[in-house]
């Protein structure tokens, strides 16, 4: 060991610098181990683009027919909740259609409890009462409750309608969920309706860099080897070159197994190939200044060399780990999209139910809605009764008055005939009692019977079915309901 240091320091300077190129280019072929690995992973990269093409095909073609299938499912939802909205808006029109006919008979009630019946049509000990003490509200009452029950039965349909709708729509939001939630980046691309070019997709991009850093890779190698090459001749042509190379060859592996190595991996030095090869063609000192000079320009590039296939390999490991992992992505996506066509199944299975359920509904509401139709029209009838019956007080207070006022003029007209008749009472009894007078003594009895009878006496009365009990009504009473039927008419 002794005798090898001092040769070593006895080595003279560029013999030394030329060992110390040839120890570090010796070293640095290190990195084909890093190209193999670059190889390997440009290798299972273009597998993986090859599945990729291949992932991103399938997964289009099943969102495209899933999303075709939604479409089609969710203008079955659309028409179902129609029917329901459209029901809806045709109750609302129903229901205000009964709010009118029943606030119309409300005013017409309110009407008649205002309406007082004048005492003097009463018989004298009845107690007080208003137009609105003859109406029966019972039907009234019936008829709201069964409206009522109408539009409670709509609720109660309406309900289970909706239930079925959104049990329906949940399970074609599960699949839109499904869709609009990719498991890869590009997928939302895929969703507007981009799914072609490979701008979509990392994997292409990521490929051709790969390519890239193993080209680099490569060339970078072959300067390595290069410089190696051209180490060894320098050696070769350089008096005691191979001895000096070999011990620092040995002093190197002696070196990496005291750090810890097993003195076989890639870092060791051999110099077989100084040992083995042939001896070197003859070199002028200008061949070998010149070629010393390359050498030590070389040299001081080596390091960076290395570095960058280190570099390279470190991003090529990290490419490799993105497209790995975007190709997983795209193989849970068609395990989804898969999971997707079984609940489209399922949807499927139960639309046949949900259409059903929307004609029974349609069919529900049409049966309740003429039955409101029928029980407004009744409210209606109702409301027409009492307004007729206002009107008809109206008319019964005019009447009363104008048989009071033709009672009144009969009466006058029968005392102006009975003073007349009683005027010819008596003049006819004067007239009697002159003929007999003048003539009774000549005329025998029985010439005619009728001859000593007295005067027919005539009197004006009022019929048996007439009790007088015609009422005394107050000219307000008369006037305002006068003025109430010109305003009706």
């Not at 060991?1 to 560029?14: I, W």
């Not at 208003?130 to 069964?146: C, K, M, R, Y």
């Not at 309406?158 to 729509?169: H, I, R």
């Not at 000549?442 to 027919?456: K, N, Q, R």
């Given at each position: 060991?002794?005798?090898?240091?001092?040769?070593?320091?006895?080595?003279?300077?560029?013999?030394?610098?030329?060992?110390?190129?040839?120890?570090?280019?010796?070293?640095?072929?290190?990195?084909?181990?890093?190209?193999?690995?670059?190889?390997?992973?440009?290798?299972?990269?273009?597998?993986?683009?090859?599945?990729n093409a291949i992932l991103r095909a399938k997964n289009a073609f099943?969102?495209?027919?899933?999303?075709?299938?939604?479409?089609?499912?969710?203008?079955?939802?659309?028409?179902?909740?129609?029917?329901?909205?459209?029901?809806?808006?045709?109750?609302?029109?129903?229901?205000?259609?009964?709010?009118?006919?029943?606030?119309?008979?409300?005013?017409?009630?309110?009407?008649?409890?205002?309406?007082?019946?004048?005492?003097?049509?009463?018989?004298?000990?009845?107690?007080?009462?208003?137009?609105?003490?003859?109406?029966?509200?019972?039907?009234?009452?019936?008829?709201?409750?069964?409206?009522?029950?109408?539009?409670?039965?709509?609720?109660?349909?309406?309900?289970?309608?909706?239930?079925?709708?959104?049990?329906?729509?949940?399970?074609?939001?599960?699949?839109?969920?499904?869709?609009?939630?990719?498991?890869?980046?590009?997928?939302?691309?895929?969703?507007?309706?981009?799914?072609?070019?490979?701008?979509?997709?990392?994997?292409?991009?990521?490929?051709?860099?790969?390519?890239?850093?193993?080209?680099?890779?490569?060339?970078?190698?072959?300067?390595?080897?290069?410089?190696?090459?051209?180490?060894?001749?320098?050696?070769?042509?350089?008096?005691?070159?191979?001895?000096?190379?070999?011990?620092?060859?040995?002093?190197?592996?002696?070196?990496?197994?005291?750090?810890?190595?097993?003195?076989?991996?890639?870092?060791?030095?051999?110099?077989?190939?100084?040992?083995?090869?042939?001896?070197?063609?003859?070199?002028?000192?200008?061949?070998?200044?010149?070629?010393?000079?390359?050498?030590?320009?070389d040299a001081a590039e080596v390091d960076d060399v290395v570095g960058?296939?280190?570099?390279?390999?470190?991003?090529?490991?990290?490419?490799?780990?993105?497209?790995?992992?975007?190709?997983?992505?795209?193989?849970?996506?068609?395990?989804?999209?898969?999971?997707?066509?079984?609940?489209?199944?399922?949807?499927?299975?139960?639309?046949?139910?949900?259409?059903?359920?929307?004609?029974?509904?349609l069919t529900r509401w049409e049966e309740e809605k003429l039955s409101?139709?029928?029980?407004?029209?009744?409210?209606?009838?109702?409301?027409?009764?009492?307004?007729?019956?206002?009107?008809?007080?109206?008319?019964?207070?005019?009447?009363?008055?104008?048989?009071?006022?033709?009672?009144?003029?009969?009466?006058?007209?029968?005392?102006?005939?009975?003073?007349?008749?009683?005027?010819?009472?008596?003049?006819?009894?004067?007239?009697?009692?002159?003929?007999?007078?003048?003539?009774?003594?000549?005329?025998?009895?029985?010439?005619?019977?009728?001859?000593?009878?007295?005067?027919?006496?005539?009197?004006?009365?009022?019929?048996?079915?007439?009790?007088?009990?015609?009422?005394?009504?107050?000219?307000?009473?008369?006037?305002?309901?006068?003025?109430?039927?010109?305003?009706?008419?």
């Open positions: 060991m002794a005798s090898q240091s001092s040769s070593r320091s006895s080595l003279p300077d560029p013999l030394e610098r030329l060992v110390g190129h040839f120890v570090s280019a010796k070293r640095a072929l290190a990195s084909t181990t890093q190209v193999w690995r670059a190889n390997e992973i440009v290798t299972t990269a273009r597998a993986s683009l090859e599945e099943i969102h495209q027919s899933l999303q075709q299938q939604l479409d089609s499912l969710r203008a079955v939802q659309y028409g179902i909740e129609q029917v329901g909205q459209d029901a809806q808006s045709d109750l609302k029109t129903t229901v205000a259609a009964v709010d009118a006919a029943h606030t119309r008979l409300q005013q017409t009630l309110s009407s008649l409890r205002d309406t007082i019946v004048a005492p003097s049509l009463q018989p004298h000990d009845a107690a007080p009462k208003t137009l609105h003490s003859f109406v029966d509200e019972a039907p009234i009452s019936d008829l709201s409750n069964a409206i009522r029950q109408n539009i409670d039965n709509y609720k109660e349909a309406s309900a289970v309608l909706s239930e079925t709708v959104d049990g329906f729509s949940g399970s074609l939001d599960a699949i839109e969920r499904l869709l609009s939630s990719p498991s890869t980046p590009d997928g939302l691309a895929k969703i507007k309706g981009h799914s072609d070019g490979e701008s979509e997709s990392p994997v292409p991009r990521l490929y051709r860099s790969l390519e890239t850093h193993a080209t680099e890779m490569a060339e970078s190698l072959q300067s390595l080897v290069k410089h190696y090459d051209l180490c060894v001749t320098a050696i070769k042509h350089t008096e005691g070159g191979g001895e000096a190379a070999r011990q620092a060859a040995e002093a190197q592996s002696k070196k990496s197994r005291m750090d810890g190595g097993d003195g076989a991996g890639s870092a060791n030095v051999s110099v077989g190939s100084l040992q083995t090869d042939a001896p070197p063609l003859p070199m002028t000192d200008e061949e070998r200044q010149e070629m010393m000079h390359v050498l030590d320009s960058e296939i280190t570099e390279h390999s470190a991003a090529m490991e990290q490419q490799l780990a993105q497209i790995m992992h975007h190709v997983q992505c795209l193989e849970s996506e068609y395990t989804d999209l898969r999971q997707g066509f079984k609940l489209i199944a399922n949807v499927c299975a139960e639309t046949p139910g949900c259409v059903s359920a929307s004609g029974d509904f409101i139709q029928e029980k407004m029209e009744e409210l209606e009838g109702l409301s027409e009764f009492y307004e007729g019956f206002l009107g008809a007080y109206d008319g019964l207070i005019l009447e009363v008055a104008r048989r009071r006022k033709v009672r009144e003029r009969m009466l006058k007209i029968a005392k102006e005939a009975e003073g007349k008749i009683q005027k010819l009472y008596h003049d006819d009894v004067k007239e009697r009692e002159a003929f007999r007078a003048d003539h009774g003594e000549y005329l025998p009895s029985d010439i005619w019977s009728g001859l000593e009878h007295a005067p027919t006496k005539l009197e004006i009365r009022a019929g048996a079915d007439d009790d007088g009990s015609i009422p005394e009504l107050s000219k307000g009473l008369i006037d305002a309901a006068a003025k109430r039927m010109k305003t009706s008419l």
